[in-house]
């Protein structure tokens, strides 16, 4: 599983306050189980606006599980799942006039979602999150609830396994 999620985009153009956000959060996983994926995940976000400034980065393992279809009337098309993750993670604030804040430690987030798949390989995404920081900084947490949209590109690990062994049969 490849892909990610991208939210709180927002780019607010009004004069004398103008606003930029912005959070990716890239993901690679393996099914090791039906259902059930373990990889990781990065986390970068920036928060821009006139005399303000956040920086939110973070890396580490994530898990997901897929609710299996309860019914024979739900699509085949959707699935729910929740993800998980811990990691390194941080976020550093600047306000013009104001001293810093920043935490920097361990991060947890849990939260539920929901994919559409638009083919057998490729799902777009929703997914709701709350995310807790714990740490160092003059701020000792952080929290916050992200709602995100997204992609994931499923690849069948047989399908890898034959490209990986034709590009190394092929003559150089």
Do not use: C, H
């Not at 929740?82 to 976020?91: E, I, K, M, R």
């Not at 490729?122 to 992200?146: D, Q």
């Amino acid at each position: 599983m490849i892909g990610g999620d991208v939210s709180n985009i927002r780019l607010d153009f009004q004069e004398g306050n103008t606003n930029f956000e912005f959070r990716l959060t890239p993901k690679v996983a393996w099914f090791i189980e039906d259902n059930f994926a373990v990889g990781f995940e990065a986390l970068i976000g920036v928060t821009t606006s006139d005399g303000y400034s956040n920086f939110d980065y973070g890396v580490g393992p994530v898990g997901r599980y897929y609710f299996p279809p309860k019914s024979t009337t739900t699509p085949y098309k959707t699935r729910w799942f929740l993800d998980a993750n811990v990691g390194l993670f941080g976020s550093n604030t600047k306000v013009s006039g104001q001293s810093s804040t920043n935490t920097n430690g361990l991060g947890f987030g849990f939260g539920p979602g929901f994919a559409y798949f638009l083919n057998k390989n490729i799902a777009l995404e929703a997914l709701a999150k709350y995310n807790l920081t714990v740490g160092f900084g003059n701020s000792t947490t952080t929290n916050s609830v992200n709602i995100g949209i997204g992609f994931q590109i499923y690849l069948p690990s047989a399908k890898l396994r034959q490209v990986q062994s034709e590009l190394q049969s092929s003559p150089k």
